[in-house]
């Protein structure tokens, strides 16, 4: 059989759960999730494949991006449109929870401007009753801008497989732009210091700036069945410091303790991960 190909962007508003999405799709955790705005600040790359089939999913940044003239939010603006003139398809995916029609209509009004497939995927499905969502359905087939309509829970995994279906058979004869064994664009390093900053969205209060940076400063294998982490969560005003710490480091304990336990279930061994938190003074000047 030869290889097929489809290249497909998950947008909509955050937390209507593209990244939870991509992550049941792929299989392994590869996108960060969290309740909090902006948690994705570049286009994440996924990776499915199955049989001759590969899928490659665009996780971006919410489609609150998609016209905004706001100059601090440029980067986010380009990483979203970078990845919807990239791929084949759109899935547009909605919180069922939080369907505002005049938001909806304004978003894919846009996106059809790039003449490309429009799904739409109504999400987390389990918490509503179908037949609310109905009259939804009725409203945007009106439009006439979308192709057609999913009703899924990615995080119960209920209709994901038909889903799934659904795009291998809008695949194309390509050759396959990743290895088979690869589930992602981005390496160790990035995957790494993205476990560590979803940690620090998970447990730090909203006054804490979301330009918060972690890095990595050593990965090593000690031996095939451990792997020694060192990172630095670089911030830009020492006030947040004793936040970050906690009481006595109860904060910082809980935050290393997160995304080791991530990290062990991403790479498959014992992690050793060891968190320093480092004031960035050429950004306080």
Not at 156 to 172: E, M, R
Not at 199 to 224: A, G, M, T, W
Request: proline share 1%; charged share 25%; hydrophobic share 40%.
């Amino acid at each position: 059989m030869k290889n097929r190909l489809i290249k497909v962007a998950f947008v909509g508003k955050t937390n209507a759960g593209k990244s939870t999405l991509i992550n049941v799709i792929v299989g392994e955790k590869i996108s960060i999730i969290n309740k909090k705005i902006n948690t994705t600040q570049i286009s994440t790359i996924g990776i499915k494949n199955i049989k001759n089939n590969q899928i490659i999913l665009y996780d971006t940044p919410g489609s609150n991006f998609l016209k905004t003239i706001d100059t601090s939010q440029k980067k986010l603006k380009t990483n979203l449109w970078h990845a919807i003139e990239n791929v084949d398809i759109i899935l547009y995916i909605v919180d069922s929870l939080k369907y505002n029609f005049k938001n909806i209509l304004e978003d894919i009004t846009k996106l059809s401007e790039v003449k490309k497939k429009i799904v739409f995927i109504f999400n987390k499905i389990d918490l509503i009753e179908n037949k609310k969502i109905l009259p939804f359905i009725k409203d945007l087939n009106k439009t006439s801008y979308i192709s057609e309509f999913f009703l899924i829970s990615a995080k119960a995994n209920i209709g994901v497989n038909d889903l799934i279906k659904f795009l291998i058979s809008t695949s194309y004869e390509s050759k396959w732009l990743y290895h088979s064994d690869e589930i992602t664009n981005m390496n160790d390093d990035f995957i790494t210091s993205e476990c560590t900053r979803g940690s620090l969205l998970d447990f730090l209060h909203q006054e804490i700036p979301y330009n918060i940076v972690v890095k990595n400063n050593l990965i090593k294998y000690i031996d095939k069945n451990n792997l020694k982490i060192k990172q630095s969560i670089e911030i830009i005003n020492k006030r947040y410091k004793p936040i970050i710490l906690g009481k006595k480091g109860d904060s910082i304990k809980r935050i290393r303790e997160k995304s080791q336990t991530e990290l062990e279930s991403i790479f498959n061994c014992k992690v050793h991960l060891y968190l320093q938190v480092v004031v960035n003074d050429k950004n306080n000047k």
